[in-house]
């Protein structure tokens, strides 16, 4: 037996320990409800969507007692400690966000071939307005080449439990199950176009159509916090940055002032009714404002890391950010936007951080007020594919 059977068996043991604990606490807290999963042979790979921390729990109860490793940001192992304890009772495989990680993918295929199975979130990223995003491109790939049962499965009422921009967590009803399971022929069979759509189709979520048929009521408090993440741009005054929330309440300099319920909808008062409405309202004059000239934004209160080996992190630079057609500038540094990878978000306790790749290094953007990171990730993302349209 080698180190990493010593090490699946290990971490099997762990789970059937915690199984019937942590199913009971999810039950009282988050009100979890879930349909058991067929009994599949061998290794596979579940595929589910994402909108909440604890997503990776609730998809495993429908397997029973069977493990699976999953994918964890590189944040949750930058406390030594901490990373040393996560890794011997579980072995979750971690991932860099703002690029390319080919160790992850290697690692997974590694476990699969030892009999494990791997729960992968395909959209890299949890939603930031209640709808299933976009799917990243590597996992199609991996499917192709992992050979296994793929297994697709759905989450309901994730997000209005825990909205992303949220400080706060919700009680309500949360519920899962498989949607289909494939066989590594089907899989075999599928182009990678095919196989994205089979993710988009199976694990597409709304939470706002979902919350329309149910009526279900999220009790809690201060649920307009952190909304200036997910929503920075006013629809009365058109500002960008303005917005700032406490308790239910969500407002802008100018006067806008509107309320938000325990059933995820805005008051009278606001012009849109959910986070979703008023996000696609904001993607149209994002995208208007990509295509000015000029600078998009700019915030105070910024400094960029660099990640080093074994998760450490070194201080680059800090001060002011802005951003325009050609470079994300912080501080003293300047970093051309046709040099970087596609830029990230990583959620980390109740904040988020943005992660980019570039001169072959891996960086991270942080602020010490409530400026929106999820502005400049959207805003760098639109441009760099503007600019391959071009």
Known sequence: MDNLDKALKRHRLVWKLLYYPLLLYVKLVYNYSFAAAPDIKGSYIVLPNHAHSWDHFFVCFSFKMRHMYFLASEHAFRKPLTAKLMTYLAGPISRVKGGADTQAVLTMLRWLKKGASICLFPEGNRTFNGRTTEMHPATAKLLRMAGVPVVTYKLTGTY?????????????????RVVRVYSPEEIKKMSLDELNALMVNDLHEDAYVTQAEQ??????ARLAEGLEEALFICPKCGKTGSLNSK???????????????????????????????????????????VNKDGELFSD?????????????????????????????????????????????????????T?????????????????????????AIVALQRNAVKV
């Open 247 to 289: 308790d239910n309440r969500f407002w802008c300099d100018c006067g806008l002032s509107v309320t938000y319920d325990e059933y995820g909808y805005f008051d009278k008062d606001s012009p849109f009714k959910t986070v979703a409405d008023w996000d696609d309202w904001q993607t149209e004059r994002l995208n208007e404002l």
């Open 215 to 220: 009526k279900i009521r999220y009790k809690g």
């Open 160 to 176: 209005l439990s825990e909205p992303r921009w949220a400080k706060t967590k919700r009680r309500g009803k949360i519920s899962g």
């Open 300 to 352: 105070s209160g910024a400094s960029v890391w660099r990640l080093l080996d074994n998760h450490n992190m070194e201080f680059i630079s800090g001060g002011s950010v802005s951003l325009d057609h050609q470079a994300l500038k912080i501080g003293d540094l300047s970093f051309p936007l046709s040099e970087m990878a596609e830029p990230s978000l990583c959620h980390f306790k109740n904040y988020e």
């Open 354 to 378: 943005l992660m980019f790749t570039a001169r072959g290094g891996r960086y991270e953007l942080r602020f010490d007020n409530n400026a929106s990171r999820r502005k400049y990730c959207l």
